[in-house]
């Protein structure tokens, strides 16, 4: 990758590979534990509130923090590769799939701990009587939405 044999720190891209395949595996039997998940593909508080209790929802948001923690792994990794194996390059005589990575592992590196920070307090509603997210409560539902 961007006249690079291999990846900066080799063993940081092997964790964040193999970190995939469990949250996979964490997300499929999400789908299989009490009926399934209910909640859609962006995990909207009220659907995952009050009317989904037991463990699918709290698995499913462990999933997602698996595939976070994995993707801002990869995210650094990348960037570190870029920065120090271009071999003293000019910015602009990198090729358009460095550009590319490197824009999408910066936009990673800035959205996932905000969606991550999202979808904890989206737990804390769930387990810990919390209430952000709850309209009842006093929360502000629009601010999942805002956040993810």
């Given amino acids: 990758m961007c006249f690079s044999k291999d990846m900066a ?4 891209n092997a964790l964040r590979f193999w970190t995939v395949t469990p949250a996979l595996a964490v997300m499929v039997s999400s789908l299989n534990t ?5 909640t859609g593909w962006t995990v909207y508080p009220p659907l995952s509130g009050e009317g989904h209790r037991g463990l699918r929802v ?22 570190t590769t870029m920065h120090r194996r ?19 592992s910066v936009l990673l590196l800035i959205s996932l701990p905000v969606f991550a920070g999202a979808v904890t307090l989206l737990l804390f509603d769930r387990n810990a009587s919390a209430r952000f997210l709850v309209l009842g409560g006093g929360g502000d539902p629009v601010l999942f939405q805002h956040l993810f």
């Fill in 86 to 104: 271009t071999g003293g390059l000019q910015v602009l005589t990198l090729s358009v799939l460095c550009w590319c990575i490197g824009v999408m």
């Fill in 58 to 79: 709290d698995i499913a948001i462990f999933s997602l923090h698996i595939a976070g923690a994995s993707s801002l792994i990869g995210a650094i990794n990348f960037i």
């Fill in 9 to 12: 720190f080799p063993r940081m």
């Fill in 34 to 38: 009490e009926g399934g998940r209910g």
